[in-house]
């Protein structure tokens, strides 16, 4: 090889070794499905290639693999509502169900809800500031919103029999209040 050919610089007709191509990035609603996809879940909106095992709980799918961490663990057994989406719009414990069972449908997280937190059960909550420590909080929101779809104008025994998620934190009454107050808009 001559000393020349060595200091040559490469230019925009050379190819160079040194530059690796840029991988395309895939677009938010087509996942790249590699050979360790297990299934694609539909989550707020956006389509996800999952890599979990099917029988994984979507609880720790939402949390480990999307980081979607506003989903809470709380008993792990159907009990407490702290790991509470929504299903095809109806309130569904995620520590319960399975990547197998969820996938095709349409999945709401909290941080779903509204892209600028401003649904009005969020308005309502954050007006009478009913989080105490927040933790059971985003299952009781949604809890909520799939109520007031159902029933607009609910009564006080009819949000009761509907919020039967659990808080140690006893918010109980400022839920409540925050529920007439969302129903009004
Ligand atoms: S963690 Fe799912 S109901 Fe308690
Ligand atoms: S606000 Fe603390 S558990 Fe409900």
């Known amino acids: 090889m001559s000393v020349s050919s060595v200091n040559q610089k490469p230019n925009a007709s050379t190819p160079n070794a040194l530059v690796k191509?840029?991988?395309?990035?895939?677009?938010?609603?087509?996942?790249?499905?590699?050979?360790?996809?297990?299934?694609?879940?539909?989550?707020?909106?956006?389509?996800?290639?999952?890599?979990?095992?099917?029988?994984?709980?979507?609880?720790?799918?939402?949390?480990?693999?999307l980081g979607l961490t506003g989903t809470k663990f709380g008993c792990g057994i159907e009990l407490c509502g702290a790991c509470t989406v929504l299903i095809n719009g109806s309130p569904e414990k995620a520590c319960d169900m399975s990547v197998s069972e969820v996938a095709g449908r349409s999945?709401?997280?909290?941080?779903?809800?509204?892209?600028?937190?401003?649904?009005?059960?969020?308005?309502?909550?954050?007006?009478?500031?009913?989080?105490?420590?927040?933790?059971?909080?985003?299952?009781?929101?949604?809890?909520?919103?799939?109520?007031?779809?159902?029933?607009?104008?609910?009564?006080?025994?009819?949000?009761?029999?509907?919020?039967?998620n659990l808080c140690v934190c006893g918010t109980y009454q400022r839920v409540r209040a925050a529920v007439h107050k969302a129903a009004l808009g």
């Open 107 to 164: 999945i709401t997280t909290i941080e779903g809800l509204s892209p600028t937190r401003t649904h009005a059960v969020q308005r309502a909550w954050m007006d009478l500031q009913v989080p105490q420590c927040g933790y059971c909080q985003s299952g009781m929101i949604l809890v909520a919103v799939a109520l007031l779809q159902s029933t607009p104008n609910p009564t006080d025994a009819q949000i009761d029999s509907a919020m039967n």
């Open 21 to 65: 191509p840029i991988p395309a990035k895939p677009t938010p609603n087509t996942p790249a499905v590699t050979a360790r996809t297990t299934a694609t879940l539909n989550v707020n909106g956006k389509s996800y290639a999952i890599t979990s095992s099917l029988d994984t709980p979507l609880l720790w799918v939402l949390r480990d693999e």
